[in-house]
Every structure is written in C-alpha cells, then in structure tokens.
C-alpha cells in the first residue's frame, strides 16, 4: 500500500534532549513537508523540502532542523534549543508535477516533554 | 500575509440537520483552498481541492463551494460517522506565478453529530 508513515506514535522526551521524527513516503512525491498542530490552532509549517539535499525554513523553523537525503525520507530533529516542543508533528508530501499539489499527511507523531 | 478563518470553531448536529461550515480566506492570489478531516490523534484525511470562484465538489453528504473571499463546507442529513474537525487550508500563488506548496491552516471546526 502506497502512503506515508511516521514514527515513533508517541515519543517522550526530557529536556534538553534532542530527539529524531521519521517520516517515509512511497508514492514518489517530490516534495516534504513537517508541520506543528497545538490544541486550539492551525497547523504550523516548520520545514519543507521540493528536492533531494534541499530543504527550506518555514514560519517555525527556529529549534528545528532536518535533512533530505532520500527522496522519500525527511526526518525531523527536534532540539534543545525548541523552548516548547510538546505539540502533534505532521508530516505531508505532494507532487509538484501537473495542476495539483495536494499534500497528503502521515497519522502523526505525539511528542511530549517530560 | 495569508489569513485562513473558520467559524465557528465548534457546531453540535443532530443526526440528519445539515448545517455549513464557513472559511474566510484573505491571499495575494489563490492558487487553491483545500478541505481536509481529522479525527482526534490522526492526520488529516484530504476531501476536496477547489481553484476559482464557482467550482462546487461534492462527496458523499460533503459538498465544498468557493467564492473569492470565502469557502463553505455544507454537510447533508450527517450522521455520527462525520463528527471531526474540519481544516480548510490554502495555497498561494507566489510572485513569479508559480507556488512552493506552502499550505495556511485556519484552525479548524470541530463538528460533533448526536444520533
């Protein structure tokens, strides 16, 4: 079955503590993206990446950071310096072929600061 | 700066009451609005893609329409099945005509349906 995956469901983690989100899609999209969903607000775009070893600043990126090694893996580190890092993380990715660009989201990753 | 609103933030059904959700949108050039469902703990389940003012798409009981200001989300004799939050999104044309992908969320109507 084609569609992206995420992983871990749930990750904990203590302060300042770095942690790795993966994200893996096989549907040959090109582009990748990770975004942050707290209780009561719109989904926030963190990171995107069009190709392979190129990847773009969002409105959130301060604390993040990623790299696009793959063309269908973009994992996300969530470091130290993130000052609030508990929130859902998303991950999406699109074809940027033809006259559509819907962007298809994994099921998520919880991640939680103890 | 794109600006995505939805209201009302949370709607209460009873089974079979249709009802419309709202998206207002304000960006420099639409190049597409989107509707997507998310149950709780889940990522959002993509509905519908709309491009100009007039385009209508329908699916199941979910019919999606577009003006050049606003979106709405009308739903038909709902059932408990369709209580969720709905995310409108969208995606704007960038100086040289062409878009990045960039997606701006409104923050979502939470739509619970009581049998």
């Known amino acids: 079955d084609g569609g992206i995956t995420q992983s871990p469901k749930y990750l904990f983690r203590k302060e300042g503590q770095n942690v790795t989100l993966s994200c893996e899609q096989n549907?040959?999209?090109?582009?990748m993206y990770w975004y942050r969903q707290d209780p009561g607000q719109g989904l926030r775009l963190i990171y995107y990446s069009q190709i392979v070893n190129d990847f773009q600043k969002g409105d959130i990126a301060e604390g993040y950071s990623v790299s696009r090694e793959k063309k269908e893996s973009f994992p996300l580190t969530v470091t130290s310096a993130q000052k609030n890092p508990t929130a859902f993380y998303l991950c999406?990715?699109?074809?940027?072929?033809?006259?559509?660009?819907?962007?298809?989201f994994g099921p998520g990753t919880r991640l939680t600061v103890l | 700066e794109d600006q995505v609103t939805q209201s009302p933030e949370a709607l209460r059904l009873q089974e079979g009451e249709s009802s419309s959700l709202n998206c207002s949108y304000t960006v420099s050039g639409l190049r597409g609005l989107f509707w997507y469902r998310q149950d709780p703990g889940k990522g959002p389940e993509f509905l519908f893609t709309?491009?100009?003012a007039g385009e209508e798409k329908e699916k199941e009981r979910l019919k999606a329409t577009l003006t050049k200001k606003e979106s709405f989300l009308h739903i038909t004799a709902p059932k408990p099945e369709d209580s969720a939050t709905y995310l409108c999104?969208?995606?704007?044309?960038?100086?040289?005509?062409?878009?990045?992908?960039?997606?701006?969320f409104g923050q979502g109507t939470i739509l619970t349906v009581h049998p």
């Open positions: 549907l040959n999209h090109d582009a």
């Open positions: 709309l491009y100009s």
């Open positions: 999104a969208v995606q704007a044309l960038n100086a040289g005509g062409t878009s990045y992908g960039k997606l701006t």
């Open positions: 999406a990715s699109s074809i940027l072929r033809g006259s559509t660009d819907t962007q298809y």
